[in-house]
C-alpha cells in the first residue's frame, strides 16, 4: 500500500511555467497460485474484488519460480523522513526557483536556466504471508538546473543536480558549480587525436560505472549476459577501485530500512579493491540463481520488484583535485558525457562524444573543447588508474562519485 503526495514547481528560460501538486495511493498485491507467480496493482479507489480477479488472471500466465516471502526481521535504523519538509509552504520553492534564476544570470546574463524543484513525500506500507509487515515513511526534496548559452555557433549545455530528505542550503553550492562552469566554458581550446591522460569529473565518470552497475544486477547474471557473471572473488579491476551498495546512509532519498519485498536491507562491497565482490539480486533472481536476496528488490506501484542499485558509493582516494589537474602535462577533463548507455554498456565498451569537456596544458585548464570524443572499455581501461581524488559528489541523487583519473585513453577530435 503507497499513499503519498508529490509538489512539482518548474521554470522554463529564466520565468516559473508551472506548479503541481499531486496526489498518489494504490495498492499492488503478488503472490504465487498453484506454483505460478501472478501481479496486479490499482490506484486510487481500489476495488479490492476486481483486483484479486486481477491478480489471479495474472497467476494464470505467470512464471513457475520458488519464491519464499521473507518473514519478519529485524532491520537497521535509517533515517529517511524529515517531519519540516511536508510544512514548507509552496511559496517558499518558487522563491528558491527565482533565486536560482537571478543567480545565475548575475553570472552571465546570455543564459536560459531551467528549474525543477520537487518535494514527495510518502508512506508505504508492506504484509506478506509470512507474517512479514514493514512500515516506513519517506521524504524528498530535489533540485535539478539546466543551463543554457547559446552565442553564434557555440551552444552550451549544463544540467546538475542534487537530492535530500531534507530543504537545505544546498542547492547554492550546486547554483555556484554552474556558474563557475558557465564562465569556464567561455574559454575555448583546441585538442589533437591521440592516447593522453583523461580526468573525469563525478558526471562524466558515470560512463565508466554504468557497465559495471549493469554486470553486478542479478537479472544480468541470472540471464547468462553479465561479464562478470563468473567472476566473484576474481581481480577486474585497479586495486583503487572499491565500490559500494549502501542503503543504510541515513538522510539519502534512496536509503531504506527494508526493500520493496520486506527484505532488509545492509550495505554491500560489490567491487572491493578491484575484486568482484558481490551482485545484487531481489527475491526472484536469488530464487533463480539458488542464493539469498540482497535486500535490493525495487519496485513502483504498476511494476513487479527487480534488482536495482540503492546509494551507489564508489570510494575516494587520496589527492586532491587542485593536484590532479596539477600533475596534467597534456590531457583532456571530461565533465560530462552525451548518449550514456546507449552503446552496448554492459560489455564495458564505451564511446560518447564529450560535452562539456576542458583541454587541460601544463597542469592548467586552458578552454572547453568542443567535436570531441572518447572510446574505450573498461574492462581494460580501469586495469589500471593513476589517481582517484579525496572530495566525492553526488551525482542524480543516488551515486557517490569522486574524480577519476586514467593514465590513457583514445580521445578522438573532429578534423584533428
Not at 491478480?55 to 516471502?69: E, M, N, Y
Not at 509552504?89 to 518558487?94: A, E
Not at 508505504?124 to 553564434?152: H, K
Not at 554491500?268 to 542464493?291: R, W
Amino acid at each position: 500500500v503507497v499513499d503519498g503526495e508529490s509538489t512539482l514547481i518548474s521554470f522554463e528560460a529564466n520565468e516559473i511555467k508551472s506548479a503541481e501538486v499531486e496526489q498518489m495511493q494504490g495498492v499492488a498485491l503478488r503472490g504465487i497460485v498453484n506454483g505460478k507467480l501472478g501481479f496486479a496493482a490499482a490506484s486510487g479507489e481500489v476495488d479490492p474484488t476486481a483486483l484479486v480477479e486481477d491478480f489471479l488472471a495474472s497467476a494464470q500466465f505467470g512464471d513457475r519460480i520458488p519464491i519464499v516471502f521473507p518473514p519478519s526481521a529485524p532491520a537497521p535504523q535509517v533515517t529517511t523522513y524529515d517531519p519540516d519538509l511536508p510544512q514548507v509552504p509552496i511559496g517558499r520553492f518558487v522563491e528558491i526557483g527565482r533565486e536560482i534564476v537571478e543567480t545565475l544570470r548575475e553570472a552571465d546574463e546570455g543564459v536560459q536556466v531551467y528549474v525543477d524543484i520537487e518535494r514527495g513525500v510518502f508512506a508505504s506500507n508492506l504484509r506478506n504471508s509470512a507474517g512479514n509487515e514493514t512500515q516506513e515513511c519517506t521524504s524528498s526534496f530535489s533540485v535539478t538546473i539546466g543551463v543554457e548559452r547559446v552565442r553564434d555557433d557555440d551552444v552550451l549545455v549544463l544540467e546538475e543536480s542534487i537530492s535530500n530528505i531534507s530543504l537545505t542550503d544546498e542547492y547554492r553550492e550546486l547554483v555556484q558549480s554552474l556558474a563557475r562552469k558557465v564562465a569556464l566554458a567561455r574559454k575555448t581550446a583546441r585538442l589533437r587525436s591521440g592516447r593522453m591522460p583523461v580526468l573525469f569529473a563525478p558526471a562524466g565518470g558515470l560512463v565508466l560505472l554504468l557497465p559495471i552497475i549493469l554486470a553486478t544486477n542479478g537479472e544480468n547474471v541470472q540471464r547468462g549476459i553479465s561479464p562478470l557473471a563468473d567472476k566473484l572473488g576474481v581481480t577486474i579491476f585497479d586495486p583503487n577501485i572499491t565500490l559500494w551498495d549502501d542503503p543504510t546512509l541515513p538522510g539519502r532519498p534512496d536509503s531504506s530500512a527494508y526493500d520493496d519485498e520486506g527484505v532488509p536491507c545492509r550495505p554491500k562491497a560489490l567491487i572491493m579493491h578491484g575484486v568482484c565482490s558481490a551482485f545484487l539480486y531481489d527475491l526472484k533472481t536469488a530464487a533463480l540463481m539458488g542464493t539469498q536476496s540482497t535486500g535490493n528488490g525495487m519496485r513502483s506501484l504498476f511494476s513487479p520488484p527487480s534488482p536495482s542499485t540503492s546509494n551507489l558509493i564508489l570510494e575516494p582516494g587520496k589527492t586532491s583535485i587542485h593536484d590532479l589537474i596539477g600533475g596534467i602535462e597534456h590531457g583532456l577533463l571530461v565533465e560530462d558525457v552525451l548518449g550514456l548507455g546507449q552503446n552496448n554498456a554492459i560489455s564495458g565498451a564505451f564511446s560518447n562524444v564529450v560535452d562539456p569537456a576542458y583541454a587541460i596544458e601544463h597542469g592548467e585548464i586552458v578552454g572547453r573543447v568542443k567535436n570531441v570524443s572518447i572510446a574505450g572499455n573498461i574492462y581494460q581501461d580501469l586495469c589500471q588508474v593513476a589517481a582517484i581524488s579525496r572530495e566525492s559528489i553526488w551525482v542524480h541523487g543516488d551515486i557517490k562519485m569522486p574524480y577519476i583519473l586514467l593514465p590513457e585513453l583514445n580521445v578522438i577530435c573532429e578534423g584533428r
